[in-house]
């Protein structure tokens, strides 16, 4: 590991006429091409926490005693400890399984009801696990991360405990029935890991048991089977250079395991699958690119990422377990509007979720005489939906519905008949009726038509004079269709402000093709979309630069901070929220190896080179007027270092550019783990936007 990840001064050293990185003023003497602000990265150090600590005052100071923020406090306070809110659920053998937050239960409570109870609406709950009374009890903050049951009973669960809400978790056996843990039981201390159960006395186990055995990315690549004895035998071994190695039991209609589908990630993108069973190991002759989904009538089912043996890329196929060496099976190829969002596995059917035209559907595959014929849903138009929970001893699935103006729903559908009912939706949340949202297209740089959304007052003026929130996000193929936002909605547009999402490329709204054709040396592509859908905007009279603001997290925050240098005359707001921002060392802070397929090797010269080319924080700039800037993030963040904002906060500072910085100190990278902290952090963010925008 540390001959491959070479110290940075050396990477800066052969590349240096490209960098030009300009550092600027600095609190302390540094050697040339030394990163000034590199003791930000030391997350815990008195001297970082005592800079974030004066940070939080300053901006604390400046957004908390704005006339809006004790309003906009309280009303989104509402929003996120509502007691009407939906219940979402978790089948879970015949049991429905639910985590609920309010006032009263700031961490939570894990809680069980029965499936009949659920549908009724006027659920019976019954509490398993007090996330609250258990902190309290040991001293820490638990966050529930889920719980892997043992079927069919599913009465033995493994629970997921993330002490702050981190991705390392804690893994504890509990018993449903007794509604304790298992004196005794499987128990594995927080680390990044997989665990699945074979049967009620085996698991299999990936993580971290020793020095040397994580990836550069920090995650496990050696697989295991740990028994109650505590007995343990390795059954597969990645490679150090891996991202990770993960597990999932293949089991048939009974609940039986049979056998393993073993995922050696190469990198982020890339896999080699093999199945593991009777003691046997074989590798599943798949391209690289392809991800597991599930298994159903005895098949194993994947997404293809690429060309495949005249399979094209988007499509749902299947490998027959028996039999995984013979003709792949097509379950579903999307068409060119089209691209699948995610597959789900009931029993025995497939659902997949799609867009097309960035608008969704739900389809329900089956094997019939031979071939997989699929039935499109009954369910709302015009709507984007998640399939919420899909259950293992029968075809029910759980899905919502949700669009810009209307709130979410959730509908219980038995995949077996096609019967769809809705069972549950949330109360509206503002005046949707005072709201209009309109598709728009802008043309990139290269040609590329770019969709986005506007979500406005009716009635808006053409003028440029509407304060508009632009959000992007442009990676991992991860789409960004219409979604229902209620702090959106109650504290900005009920105020005359517009929303937008821009659908640029490197997201899944088009397929795979849509994500590939921004990676790495062509990551420019995606930063010119995101601009060209502001010039759109402008030119429409939609908005203007003054009155336009962008926000983007974790990998958005790429895109604000690189946005924010390169184009500083298009926007009067940006908001980075838990962010990418020195892409020069990403590769070494967290998680951040792991997302080498998609960004670069900042240790290649050639990659170094086209990185440094965008990177927010090493093409800042003396003497350029910038917009203030508001950097946020998550001390408990283990997955996009905290550093990233820090730095970049600092640097600013050091350029006398004017910006605000806010460190919350628990909720992880998700940075909801607390409804009240949650409702704190939008209160600010909408006071930031307001001041920038508004006034």
Known sequence: MKTRFRPLARALSLVAAVLALNLGPAPRAAPAGEDPFLWLEDIESPRALE??????????AVLESDRRYAPFLAEARTLFTASDRIAWPSLRGSEVDNVWQDASHVQGVWRTASAASYRSGRPDWTTLLDLDALSKAEGRNWIFKGATCLPPEARLCL???????????????????????????????????????????????????????????????????????????????????????????????????????????VDFFRSEFSLWRDGRLIRLPLPLQATYQGSAQGR??????????????????????????????????????????????????????????????????????????GERLSLPRDATFQIVSASDIDDVLMISAEGFLDPPSLWRVDAATGETARIASLPPRFAAEGAEVAQYWATSSDGARIPYFVVSPKGARKDGSTPTL????????????????????????????????????????????????????????????????????????????????????????????????????????????????????????????????????????????????????????????????????????????PGHARKFAARLEALGVPYLYYEQTLGGHSNDSDPELNARRWARHYVYLARRLMD
């Not at 071994?237 to 190695?245: E, F, L, W």
């Not at 579903?332 to 009931?346: K, L, N, Y």
């Not at 170094?608 to 917009?627: D, E, H, M, T």
């Open 470 to 641: 632009m959000y992007g996000y442009g990676g991992f193929e991860i789409a960004k269709p219409p979604i229902y936002l209620p702090e959106m909605g109650r504290l900005w547009l009920a105020r005359g402000g517009a929303y937008v999402i821009a659908n640029i490329r490197g997201g899944g709204e088009f397929g795979p093709a849509w994500h590939q054709s921004v990676m790495r040396e062509k990551r420019q592509l995606a930063f010119d979309d995101f601009a060209a859908v502001a010039r759109d905007m402008t030119a429409r009279g939609l908005t203007s630069p003054r009155r336009l603001g962008i926000y983007g997290r974790s990998n958005g925050g790429v895109l604000t901070t690189v946005s924010m240098t390169q184009h500083p005359e298009l926007w009067n707001a940006v908001v980075v929220e838990s962010p990418l921002v020195d892409m020069l060392r990403y590769h070494k802070l967290s998680a951040g190896a792991s997302w080498v397929g998609e960004y670069g090797d900042p240790e290649v010269p050639a990659d170094a080179a086209f990185i440094a080319r965008y990177s927010g924080y090493q093409n800042l700039r003396p003497g350029v007027a910038y917009p203030e800037a508001y950097i946020t993030t998550n001390t408990r963040d283990d997955r996009v270092h």
């Open 51 to 60: 800079w974030v600590a004066r940070q939080n005052a300053r901006t604390s």
């Open 159 to 265: 629970v997921r405990l993330s002490d702050g809400g981190g991705d390392a978790v804690e893994i504890r056996e509990f018993d449903v029935a007794r509604r304790a843990f298992v004196e005794g039981g499987f128990r594995f201390p927080a680390s990044k890991l997989t665990v699945n159960w074979l049967d009620a006395d085996t698991l299999a186990v990936a993580r971290v048991a020793a020095d040397g055995e994580a990836t550069a990315s920090g995650y496990p690549y050696i697989l295991r089977t740990v028994n109650r004895r505590g007995e343990s035998r390795e059954i597969f071994r990645g490679q150090p250079t891996d991202v990770s190695v993960a597990a999932s039991v293949l089991r048939d209609e009974a609940g039986r395991s049979q056998g393993l589908v073993i995922n050696r990630s």
């Open 300 to 373: 194993m089912i994947f997404i293809l990422k690429e060309d495949w043996k005249g399979l094209s890329s988007g499509s749902v196929i299947a490998l027959r377990r028996d039999d995984p060496a013979g003709t792949p099976e097509r379950v579903f190829t999307p068409g060119p509007t089209q691209a699948v969002q995610d597959v789900s596995v009931t029993a025995g059917l497939v659902a997949i979720n799609l867009l097309d035209e960035v608008k969704g559907a739900v389809e329900v595959f089956d094997m019939t005489r031979g071939r997989w014929t």
